[in-house]
């Protein structure tokens, strides 16, 4: 397809970036370290680090795992922590000692975990105490041999530091009882690096920085194998679109999103190229307190998800912040909607700028122009970045003009660009399935009007997005089918007000006095929070085809969704 698209581009905006300008990920952050060495550079739970010290701390942790055996580059080392100092220290000693990072979530159950481990065949992790004792569970069953454990306080300076770790483990009791032989410390690891020689790694651009997880139809998930190039591409096409009224060394970035999610890895990263200074927020769900933190800052930037824009915009005390310094403000993970972008301008006097993205696209693909409102689109493409829409078999399909029957011009959005991932992790199928004559295939149903604008319709796959979060049908499904009184179940996503998107299971009763308490009691324990049921209906029977598959779809065209 032309790129009909660049003459719509904002002035200044180049139709494509240089994707090559930097070897490597730790090639950009020598850079980084030498050129604002004495600016701040990541604050959490009062302390601030400059870049001096990041560059330090991360030094350090990459010397000490150089000094264990069998940690060879290459090797992946997984972290399971939220947004804390300890979290940039760890990701960036990892990629300096030319090893792989693999980010885990946190609120992962002992099940998911092991699973992520087990394919990615990670050798080392780096876990917050609070979830050792899941790590525990499933350690054996992997071939894990370094555990590097780290207490939330730990990066802060004492008496805070003691302080901090004694709350969280004595008062709140938020540390349940672990033991995992032979684990060590990350500040004994830290001083161990700090003696230890460090050999300075500089990876090829093809080889792997991330295996990031995300899912598919099948509900298992997939590494998503992210070069150094994939990275650093999307660092200089989010880069350029969105900083151009940037300040070098004056930025301030509320950092609400977790590291460890796509999304608030790359900003973050691509934020640091500004030497900005990035506010990690530990837990922003929160509001109140995260409304407390912002007040202490003249920020001039923040990314975040509808969802947390919304619970923000009916929050006390937001309103009154000061929002004067305020430049940017993305939103991506899931759609913006327009109540929220509208309520969202009217408080604040800005507009907010809705991407789009998956992870297997590092995750910047498309985006609004700065300082236009919502349209119902997700923008232009980035710089570098060439979309199609193609048919069932693949086949282009014209942009809509605004003539005929709009159905005729709406298929799968397929992107092609340096920032496309390599493939998936040990899964030449699913690769094979994703990825056609160089395109990657989304799986998300759309159109291009004829200035260049996407706009997303539906999916193709059934994943459910929950504030910005991927939901895979067949994973719940497993977990409610495996309850004695299930006799067959279907999940969808439906719409909801605070997520966008909820989970819905609906069952067919082998028990007939199973109810709905007894199917979230039974998924508690076995999936994260935000995959358990939010609504559970019960039925006599559920749609299925000739062969006997559950009709999904139709589901959903009961629920009018």
């Known amino acids: ?20 300008q930097f070897d490597s990920i730790p090639a950009l952050l020598d850079q980084i370290f030498g050129k604002f060495a004495d600016r701040p550079a990541y604050h959490n739970l009062g302390r601030t680090i400059s870049y001096a010290e990041l560059d330090q701390l991360s030094r350090d942790f990459a010397a000490f795992l150089q000094s264990l055996p069998g940690m060879d580059r290459g090797e992946r080392v997984a972290i399971m922590a939220p947004n804390l100092l300890q979290y940039p220290v760890v990701l960036f000693g990892i990629l300096r000692a030319g090893m792989t990072v693999v980010n885990v979530n946190p609120l992962y159950t002992p099940r998911e975990l092991e699973h992520q481990l087990r394919d990615s065949g990670a050798r080392a992790i780096v876990i917050v105490e609070n979830f050792a004792h899941g790590l525990q569970q499933v350690l054996g069953d992997t071939v894990v041999k370094h555990v590097i454990t780290t207490q939330i306080g730990d990066l802060l300076p004492t008496p805070k530091r003691w302080l901090v770790n004694f709350v969280i483990k004595r008062v709140k009791n938020m540390v349940p009882d672990w033991h995992i032989e032979g684990a060590i410390s990350l500040r004994t690891a830290l001083a161990i690096g700090r003696a230890a020689n460090f050999d300075a790694v500089a990876p090829d651009r093809e080889e792997i920085a991330f295996l990031q997880y995300t899912g598919g139809t099948t509900g298992v998930a997939k590494g998503a194998m992210l070069t150094h190039r994939n990275i650093l591409a999307n660092l200089e096409q989010t880069g350029v679109w969105i900083s151009v009224s940037f300040k070098a060394g004056a930025e301030i970035v509320i950092a609400p999103l977790p590291m460890y999610h796509i999304f608030c890895l790359t900003s973050t990263l691509s934020f640091m190229k500004w030497g900005s200074l990035s506010v990690l927020i530990t837990n922003p769900r929160d509001l109140p307190a995260l409304v407390k933190e912002m007040a202490k800052w003249k920020f001039t930037t ?7 824009f919304n619970g923000l915009l009916h929050t006390p005390g937001f309103a009154q912040l000061d929002f004067s310094a305020l430049k940017v403000v993305v939103g991506g993970g899931a759609a913006v909607q327009k109540p929220v972008a509208e309520l969202w301008q009217k408080i604040t006097g800005h507009y907010l700028t809705e991407a789009y993205g998956l992870t297997e696209t590092s995750p910047g693909a498309c985006a609004m122009p700065l300082g236009a409102p919502w349209d119902g689109t997700v923008g232009l493409p980035l710089p570098s970045t060439d979309i199609s829409i193609r048919d069932d078999n693949f086949r282009e399909l014209p942009v809509w003009t605004g003539a005929g029957k709009i159905e005729a011009h709406t298929g799968e959005l397929c992107i092609r660009g340096p920032q496309v991932m390599k493939g998936y992790w040990n899964n030449p199928e699913e690769t094979a399935e994703a990825m056609r004559d160089g395109w990657l295939k989304t799986g998300d149903i759309c159109h291009i009007d004829a200035l260049g604008r996407v706009t997303i319709t539906d999916r193709k796959k059934d994943m459910i997005l929950v504030s910005g979060f991927n939901v895979y049908p067949t994973e719940v499904e497993s977990v409610v089918a495996a309850h004695p009184g299930v006799l067959e179940c279907a999940v969808i996503g439906v719409p909801d007000e605070r997520s966008g998107e909820a989970v819905k299971v609906l069952i067919v009763r082998k028990d007939p006095e199973l109810d709905r308490d007894d199917i979230i009691e039974h998924c508690r324990g076995q999936l994260t929070a935000y995959k358990l049921p939010r609504y559970v209906e019960f039925r006599e029977t559920l749609p299925k085809s000739p062969i006997g598959k559950i009709l999904r779809r139709e589901l959903r065209d009961q629920e009018g969704h």
Do not use: E, S
């Open 1 to 20: 397809m032309d790129r009909i698209w660049l003459a719509n581009y904002p002035a200044g905006i180049p139709a494509d970036i240089d994707a090559d």
């Open 302 to 308: 923040m990314t975040g998800v509808n969802t947390l």
